[in-house]
């Protein structure tokens, strides 16, 4: 029998590929559903950081890099549902259809069909929590200083740079997936997620739908402090494009190049 407890890189590569295009057979209310479910996980990740980190201010004073450790620590556990719950997620399919694409496997339009219903779940499902969150009374005191702060800080930012952000992050981000579907088990799938993950966050890099839940729940925090075209065009619109640059080009294209169609023969 195979004891090893992870796949080789190239098979991993198309079990991603395959992945993608298993996405393409569920309905559109299917995959809205599964979205809108990854929306919540990832609520899930930023409340749960939120209350923490947002309330250790003595230590934010003294050491604020412990407060950075604590958010990137409890985040994952986003991820980490969403993998294991067959959610989906708009960055992670970025990846996923580009690879099923370059293998030949669906055609483009399922490509743009997959991101487009994803984003919107996410967006959902994520804005969703944070309103849940607000309504119930746990985004208060510290978590909402922090979340306000956060609304700020991530529209500070020039256009470029941000999408830089975007593009480190998701790469990051898609290397959890990958690392996690390389894994046979449950603890290795938990650690090879969690690390790159944990990682983009310490960073500061930008995810955009970790973000679709952390603005909404800094909007409703800040008293409107900051305008909602604001936070699109100066967060929102790089940060996807970024993700998007990251997921499709530089993780799917490039294991396409090593392992895959691109690179035959070359």
């Given at each position: 029998?195979?004891l090893?407890l992870?796949?080789p890189?190239?098979?991993?590569?198309?079990?991603?590929?395959?992945?993608?295009?298993?996405?393409?057979?569920l309905?559109?209310?299917?995959?809205?559903?599964?979205?809108?479910m990854g929306g919540?996980?990832?609520?899930?990740?930023?409340?749960?950081?939120?209350a923490v980190?947002g309330?250790?201010?003595?230590v934010?004073?003294?050491n604020p890099?412990?407060?950075?450790f604590?958010?990137?620590?409890l985040?994952?556990?986003?991820?980490?549902?969403?993998l294991?719950?067959?959610?989906?997620?708009?960055t992670?399919?970025?990846?996923?259809?580009?690879?099923?694409?370059?293998?030949?496997?669906?055609?483009?339009?399922?490509?743009?069909?997959s991101?487009?219903?994803?984003?919107l779940?996410?967006?959902?499902?994520?804005?969703?929590?944070?309103?849940?969150?607000s309504?119930c009374?746990?985004?208060?005191?510290?978590?909402?200083?922090?979340?306000?702060?956060?609304?700020a800080s991530?529209?500070?930012g020039?256009?470029?740079?941000?999408?830089?952000?975007?593009?480190?992050?998701?790469?990051?981000?898609?290397?959890?997936?990958?690392?996690?579907?390389?894994?046979?088990?449950?603890?290795?799938?938990y650690?090879?997620?969690?690390?790159?993950?944990?990682?983009?966050?310490?960073?500061g890099?930008?995810?955009?739908?970790?973000n679709?839940?952390?603005?909404?729940?800094?909007?409703?925090?800040?008293?409107?402090?900051v305008?909602?075209s604001?936070?699109?065009?100066?967060?929102?619109?790089?940060?996807t494009?970024?993700?998007?640059?990251?997921g499709?080009?530089?993780?799917?294209?490039?294991?396409?190049?090593?392992?895959?169609?691109?690179?035959?023969?070359?």
């Amino acid at each position: 029998p195979d004891l090893n407890l992870v796949n080789p890189p190239a098979a991993t590569y198309m079990a991603l590929a395959a992945k993608g295009a298993s996405n393409t057979q569920l309905s559109v209310a299917k995959t809205l559903t599964a979205a809108i479910m990854g929306g919540f996980y990832v609520g899930v990740g930023g409340m749960v950081s939120l209350a923490v980190s947002g309330n250790m201010p003595g230590v934010a004073a003294t050491n604020p890099g412990l407060v950075k450790f604590a958010f990137a620590a409890l985040f994952p556990v986003a991820l980490f549902l969403c993998l294991q719950a067959g959610a989906q997620l708009f960055t992670g399919n970025t990846c996923t259809m580009a690879a099923a694409y370059f293998e030949k496997k669906i055609p483009f339009k399922e490509v743009l069909k997959s991101w487009g219903l994803a984003y919107l779940g996410n967006l959902i499902g994520c804005a969703g929590f944070a309103a849940i969150c607000s309504y119930c009374g746990v985004l208060t005191g510290g978590s909402a200083s922090m979340a306000a702060g956060m609304v700020a800080s991530k529209t500070a930012g020039a256009f470029l740079p941000t999408l830089v952000k975007g593009i480190l992050c998701n790469w990051l981000v898609c290397m959890g997936v990958f690392l996690a579907t390389q894994a046979r088990d449950v603890p290795g799938k938990y650690i090879g997620m969690f690390l790159p993950i944990s990682a983009f966050v310490s960073i500061g890099f930008e995810h955009s739908v970790a973000n679709m839940f952390l603005l909404p729940a800094g909007m409703l925090c800040n008293g409107g402090a900051v305008a909602l075209s604001t936070i699109l065009m100066k967060n929102m619109l790089p940060v996807t494009i970024g993700n998007i640059i990251a997921g499709a080009l530089v993780v799917a294209g490039g294991m396409s190049w090593q392992f895959g169609r691109l690179g035959e023969g070359k």
